[in-house]
């Protein structure tokens, strides 16, 4: 290994390490990331498209993480619910500008299983578990007051905190990777560009032009 000036052996910066596997790197990232943004470590921009091929972005937490992929959760009926239903691919672009880095995923898309979607919900404050009954997420809302009362409903519906069940259209999807790339801030535009490729069950590593 060559760690000469800070580089390693393939003459990017030390930050890149010398993991074979992106999600061990992306681990050590995220732990970084950790200590130093201020809010929402875990915030993350994820890309998916419609029928027609038209984009649509939004950011989201991130809330599991596995050699198998990135874990978030939603309502399977707003639009990206139906999107990843339909198209079952996305991407993912995590920005840390503290770190003055990002890493951008790309994949297919899976449903966690009950008991994952189940465990996570449960772990979720009182009123989070009553908004994912209440809000009929990304459809027309004629006036705000419409949502507030159905959020007082499902209160008395649900007046025990500790038994919310999980709503049925209410899960988790999780991003398998095909391709992880690792970006890093360069002063004038001379970033710094690792990529992890997939194939089969290896990963391919190659620094990519800024």
Wanted: hydrophobic share 30%; with cysteine; aromatic share 12%.
């Amino acid at each position: 290994m060559n760690q000469k000036n800070g580089k390693n052996s393939l003459g990017i910066d030390i930050c890149f390490e010398e993991q074979d596997n992106p999600i061990e790197l992306f681990k050590k990232w995220f732990s970084e990331a950790e200590k130093n943004e201020i809010n929402d470590p875990n915030a993350v921009a994820v890309a998916t498209s419609d029928n027609n091929n038209q984009p649509n972005v939004r950011m989201v937490l991130l809330k599991g993480l596995s050699d198998k992929g990135f874990v978030f959760f939603t309502n399977f009926n707003s639009k990206k619910g139906s999107e990843l239903k339909t198209i079952q691919k996305a991407s993912m672009c995590f920005h840390w500008k503290s770190l003055r880095r990002q890493v951008r995923v790309l994949g297919k898309v899976e449903e966690v299983s009950s008991k994952e979607a189940d465990d996570y919900y449960n772990s979720r404050p009182y009123k989070n578990k009553i908004s994912a009954w209440a809000s009929s997420q990304s459809q027309v809302l004629e006036k705000r007051e419409i949502f507030l009362e159905k959020i007082k409903e499902f209160e008395k519906k649900f007046p025990n905190q500790n038994k919310v069940p999980r709503p049925p259209h209410w899960s988790g999807w999780r991003l398998l990777p095909k391709e992880i790339e690792f970006w890093l801030d360069g002063e004038g535009r001379i970033h710094e560009r690792l990529n992890y490729r997939k194939n089969k069950d290896k990963w391919i590593k190659e620094i990519l032009y800024p």
